[in-house]
Structures are given as structure tokens and as C-alpha cells.
């Protein structure tokens, strides 16, 4: 019998926007939309967080309209599932050899604490062992500063992730510490977004995947399932 391909999922910890009162967290669509795609493919999702224990909701991604997208509201409304995000794991007590595919999720949250070593050294490990390394919307902040023997992951890479015109839309342009699109591009990847703000954009390189906002989440989890089945 084949051996079950895990997945190591990836979330926020950081509550707040450090120079506002905007309260900010994981976009729970992003996890949602992704554990649905790869749990009916057969393959089992674990949650970790950057420091462990609760994680916080950006609360916009509660609102009735968002909610209503994908499912989410069902996962919303289930205790066990939202249990699960009581409780988390942080990322320093995971390895990358216990997984075959790690996935970052989004939210603003994670462009205050996805720069954390622990994480970058464990996206490091997943890209040295040739698994599937995965983000979506702002989680590629977690991939930015990653380097692989000396080298950025991202360089000569095609990526995406959210846009800068995304940020304007969003009214958190003139609060967040930087542009990941701007960022992405220093470090030498091959930055591209969709010709919509908002519209769905998955970017496959190898075995890294990328998806611009929330919209692209489930893409996302379907390109990584087509990663694993090759695998």
C-alpha cells in the first residue's frame, strides 16, 4: 500500500498591524478552501502556527459575504474543525521529513511573523528535500527571505502572491511594513499577477506554487495534488 502523502499547513500567529489598531490574523478562507481540496484527495492536513496555541482570525475574513465563499462558513460553524485552531502546534516542533508538501497560508498577519528563522529554516528543508512547497496570497512572506545553500528560493523562480494594487484596494497600503510584490522582485523571482485585481492566479515552477489572494486558494490545493500524484 502506497505511503499517505501528509501536508503541513502553515499559520499566522501576529493578532495586529503593528503601527495601527487594525486587528488582522489568518484569512480562514485560505486555510479552508486549500484543506478541503487536499483532504478529499486523500491527504491528511496538519495546522502549525508560528508560536503555537490559538490563532487569530483576521475578522474581515468572518464577515457574512466571505464566509459564504467555498464552504467556509460550514467549517466556521464546526466545532471539531475550529478546535483545531486552539491548539496548534508551533513550527518548531515539526519536521520536514515527516511531510511531503508544505502550504503557507495568508492573512496580513503573516507579514509580521513569517520572517520568523524557525519557519525559514523549515521551508528550507522541504525545497533541500525536493517536496512541494506551496503559499498563497501573503503567505509567499514566508518565502522571501528563504535561502537555499546560499541562494534565494524565490530567485529566477516564477511566483506570485498579493499584489500591490490588491493592497490599495484593501485600504492597507499605507499600514503594512512593505510590498511583497516589490519584495518578491528584489530577491530575484519572477513576479507576475492576474490582469484583474482579486481574479484567481495560480503560478506552478517546479514544485513551488503560488497563489495571488484568496480567490486562488483552492487552485492552489489542486495544483499541489497534482504535485503529489507525480511524486
Given at each position: 500500500m502506497a505511503k499517505t502523502k501528509k501536508v503541513l499547513a502553515v499559520v499566522t500567529s501576529a493578532s495586529e498591524y503593528r503601527d495601527a489598531g487594525y486587528r488582522t490574523g489568518l484569512w480562514l478562507g485560505e486555510l479552508t478552501h486549500f484543506w478541503d481540496v487536499?483532504?478529499?484527495?486523500?491527504?491528511?492536513?496538519?495546522?502549525?502556527?508560528?508560536?503555537?496555541?490559538?490563532?487569530?482570525?483576521d475578522p474581515e475574513s468572518l464577515s457574512a459575504p466571505v464566509l459564504a465563499m467555498g464552504g467556509t462558513k460550514k467549517h466556521y460553524q464546526d466545532r471539531s474543525f475550529m478546535d483545531l485552531l486552539d491548539r496548534t502546534r508551533s513550527v518548531r516542533q515539526v519536521r520536514a521529513e515527516d511531510y511531503d508538501a508544505i502550504y503557507l497560508t495568508g492573512g496580513h498577519g503573516t507579514m509580521f511573523d513569517f520572517a520568523d528563522p524557525a519557519l525559514q529554516e523549515l521551508v528550507a528543508d522541504f525545497a533541500r528535500q525536493d517536496k512541494v512547497v506551496s503559499a498563497v496570497c501573503h503567505g509567499p512572506c514566508g518565502l522571501v527571505e528563504v535561502d537555499v545553500d546560499g541562494?534565494?528560493?524565490?530567485?529566477?523562480?516564477?511566483?506570485?502572491?498579493?499584489?500591490?494594487?490588491?493592497?490599495?484596494?484593501?485600504?492597507?497600503?499605507?499600514?503594512?511594513?512593505?510590498?511583497?510584490?516589490?519584495?518578491?522582485?528584489?530577491?530575484?523571482?519572477?513576479?507576475?499577477?492576474?490582469?484583474?485585481?482579486?481574479?484567481?492566479?495560480?503560478?506552478?515552477?517546479?514544485?513551488?506554487?503560488?497563489?495571488?489572494?484568496?480567490?486562488?486558494?483552492?487552485?492552489v490545493g489542486e495544483a499541489v495534488v497534482k504535485l503529489l500524484k507525480k511524486k
Amino acid at each position: 500500500m502506497a505511503k499517505t502523502k501528509k501536508v503541513l499547513a502553515v499559520v499566522t500567529s501576529a493578532s495586529e498591524y503593528r503601527d495601527a489598531g487594525y486587528r488582522t490574523g489568518l484569512w480562514l478562507g485560505e486555510l479552508t478552501h486549500f484543506w478541503d481540496v487536499l483532504t478529499k484527495a486523500g491527504h491528511p492536513v496538519d495546522v502549525v502556527s508560528i508560536a503555537g496555541g490559538d490563532v487569530p482570525l483576521d475578522p474581515e475574513s468572518l464577515s457574512a459575504p466571505v464566509l459564504a465563499m467555498g464552504g467556509t462558513k460550514k467549517h466556521y460553524q464546526d466545532r471539531s474543525f475550529m478546535d483545531l485552531l486552539d491548539r496548534t502546534r508551533s513550527v518548531r516542533q515539526v519536521r520536514a521529513e515527516d511531510y511531503d508538501a508544505i502550504y503557507l497560508t495568508g492573512g496580513h498577519g503573516t507579514m509580521f511573523d513569517f520572517a520568523d528563522p524557525a519557519l525559514q529554516e523549515l521551508v528550507a528543508d522541504f525545497a533541500r528535500q525536493d517536496k512541494v512547497v506551496s503559499a498563497v496570497c501573503h503567505g509567499p512572506c514566508g518565502l522571501v527571505e528563504v535561502d537555499v545553500d546560499g541562494v534565494p528560493l524565490v530567485k529566477g523562480r516564477k511566483v506570485t502572491g498579493f499584489s500591490w494594487t490588491e493592497e490599495k484596494l484593501a485600504g492597507r497600503d499605507d499600514v503594512v511594513p512593505f510590498s511583497l510584490q516589490d519584495r518578491l522582485k528584489e530577491r530575484g523571482a519572477k513576479y507576475t499577477k492576474a490582469l484583474r485585481p482579486m481574479a484567481e492566479k495560480v503560478v506552478v515552477d517546479g514544485k513551488l506554487v503560488t497563489g495571488q489572494n484568496p480567490m486562488s486558494a483552492t487552485g492552489v490545493g489542486e495544483a499541489v495534488v497534482k504535485l503529489l500524484k507525480k511524486k
